[in-house]
T-cell receptor, first 117, second 116 residues
Framework: AQKITQTQPGMFVQEKEAVTLDCTYD???????LFWYKQPSSGEMIFLIY??????QNATEGRYSLNFQKARKSANLVISASQLGDSAMYFC??????????????FGQGTELSVKP | NAGVTQTPKFRVLKTGQSMTLLCAQD?????MYWYRQDPGMGLRLIHY???????AKGEVPDGYNVSRLKKQNFLLGLESAAPSQTSVYFC???????????????FGPGTRLLVL
């Protein structure tokens, strides 16, 4: 069965420093997609970054990058130059099923990030 | 564009009551999803739809029904609410794709449901 594991329930980081949030996944599919979402205290789910299983380069979106290590089945999120507004819950997710058949998302349990001034 | 909207934002039900949650999207997306989020957990898929008139079960479908009579709307129904259905419900939508390129699911703001 497909599974997403986030082993860090909570993390602290100093403002302006970089932080890595861990995510490992388990799947037997050849094609899959990996996502990171941010959920601030207001509750909405904000898409951050996507990595396709066939992408050879790590995805980047501004201060966010995804450290994709396919052989180790890990998809860690790196946030550079942390800001106070980065304090939130972060979820790693994986698409289950084919992208052209309504790929459904499986979520990890989340990591709560707190940025200290 | 309003994106994905959900109605209502908050609701309190008594055990055994019924209600319908409405999700609407104005992005012409083919796929729509209903998830629930419980404290300390990630989101879990309840039901989803790959197109108008079609629905399918997700990971936790028991106690819920769905309908997608129009492409832009996806309804989630609770026929007889139970305290275990107290949760935050998120609707999401996404494009149909023919290639594995950039994907994302766009989420609504959520509906908080309390069943007493």
């Amino acid at each position: 069965a497909q599974k997403i594991t986030q082993t860090q329930p909570g993390m602290f980081v100093q403002e302006k420093e970089a932080v890595t949030l861990d995510c490992t996944y388990d799947t037997s599919d050849q094609s899959y997609g990996l996502f990171w979402y941010k959920q601030p205290s207001s509750g909405e789910m904000i898409f951050l970054i996507y990595q396709g299983s066939y992408d050879e380069q790590n995805a980047t979106e501004g201060r966010y990058s995804l450290n994709f290590q396919k052989a180790r089945k890990s998809a860690n999120l790196v946030i550079s130059a942390s800001q106070l507004g980065d304090s939130a819950m972060y979820f790693c997710a994986m698409r289950e099923g084919l992208y052209n058949q309504g790929g459904k998302l499986i979520f990890g349990q989340g990591t709560e990030l707190s940025v200290k001034p | 564009n309003a994106g994905v909207t959900q109605t209502p934002k908050f609701r309190v039900l008594k055990t055994g009551q019924s209600m319908t949650l409405l999700c609407a999207q104005d992005m012409n997306h083919e796929y729509m999803y209903w998830y629930r989020q419980d404290p300390g957990m990630g989101l879990r898929l309840i039901h989803y739809s790959v197109g108008e008139g079609t629905t399918a079960k997700g990971e936790v479908p028991d106690g819920y029904n769905v309908s997608r009579l129009k492409k832009q709307n996806f309804l989630l129904g609770l026929e007889s609410a139970a305290p275990s259905q107290t949760s935050v419900y998120f609707c999401a939508s996404s494009y149909h794709r023919e290639t594995e390129d950039q994907e994302t699911q766009y989420f609504g703001p959520g509906t908080r449901l309390l069943v007493l």
